[in-house]
């Protein structure tokens, strides 16, 4: 994966609330901090101090708490024998707030989200939301559903004619190889034959091996899926089931990808030069409260 000098001393941020899910997505996230080469940086969010509240009444407990979780967090990465350099903050505020700012000086910024219980078909939380709209990098929602984190299972992403898909799938190439996996791509391009010759019927067929177990039993199978900015909006709104032949399952991590330089910026500008001018992008209101 090809770093600038400025790229190379950003962080891969995780968010750490002492749950469990964020202990998934500290571990996931370490295979992203050795490959770059950058710090693996823990961040607790407490609750901003009210105005009126005297700093004598500043609850002790919020703090010890704030630090057992990055302590749990931290040694859970040691554990794992991998040659990282662990950061640990405690910021207060509000924790959409926190990780969209932390994210202007992030190479990624991680968050774990369970999905179990009675609201185990909601996709994420409104911290996870919130990102996917309005983070300055890389977004990975990691889902473990409860279950113990593996890394076996595809890569998936999907090949469209969006102006950012060759980001999507490079770095669905990159995962796979980080992660040692094999990668599924599935291809819904519009720019193609197909569209050439509207009078001919075309029926298109992807043949590769497990393929029919993939399409079978989908759940078990993909362990991460790569998007890119078009399904931003869908992640944030909360509407997977139905909507993307990746994101229909709720124990599924995703890798929400943004082009990070001018210059690959301008590359994906000229690649969505031939699409309709009537594509529409997904367009975010700023944040309120922040």
């Not at 101090?49 to 005297?54: E, G, M, S």
């Not at 859970?76 to 405690?90: F, K, L, N, S, Y």
């Not at 770095?171 to 190889?177: F, I, L, Y």
């Not at 590359?267 to 309709?276: A, M, P």
Request: hydrophobic share 40%; glycine share 6%.
């Amino acid at each position: 994966m090809v770093m600038t000098q400025l790229e190379r001393s950003k962080p891969v941020v995780v968010g750490i609330d002492g749950s469990q899910a964020a202990i998934d997505a500290a571990t996931w996230a370490v295979a992203e901090a050795v490959s770059l080469g950058v710090p693996l940086r823990l961040v607790h969010v407490s609750a901003a101090k009210q105005a009126r509240r005297p700093p004598a009444e500043d609850r002790p407990w919020d703090v010890e708490r704030a630090e057992s979780a990055l302590y749990r967090a931290e040694m859970t990465v040691h554990d794992m024998g991998r040659p990282v350099q662990v950061e640990t903050a405690i910021v207060r505020g509000r924790a959409d707030c926190v990780l969209i700012d932390e994210s202007h000086r992030a190479a990624m910024v991680c968050v774990g989200s369970e999905g179990k219980g009675p609201c185990a078909r909601m996709p994420l939380g409104s911290t996870a939301a919130a990102l996917a709209q309005h983070a300055h990098c890389p977004v990975a929602i990691v889902r473990s559903g409860g279950a113990p984190q593996t890394d076996s299972g595809w890569i998936a992403a999907v090949q469209n004619d969006e102006p950012d898909n060759d980001a999507v799938v490079h770095r669905a190439m990159e995962e796979g190889r980080l992660r040692r996996a094999p990668v599924l791509l599935i291809d819904r391009r519009v720019d193609s034959w197909v569209r050439r010759y509207p009078d001919v019927h075309v029926q298109t067929v992807a043949t590769r091996q497990g393929r029919t177990r993939w399409m079978e039993n989908p759940s078990d199978s993909i362990q991460l899926a790569v998007v890119g900015r078009a399904d931003a909006e869908h992640v944030a709104r909360l509407v997977w089931p139905d909507y993307h032949p990746l994101l229909g399952d709720a124990n599924r991590s995703v890798l929400l990808v943004r082009p990070r330089t001018a210059a690959e910026v301008d590359h994906h500008k000229q690649l969505g030069d031939r699409l309709s001018a009537n594509t529409s992008r997904p367009k975010f209101p700023p944040l309120r409260g922040c």
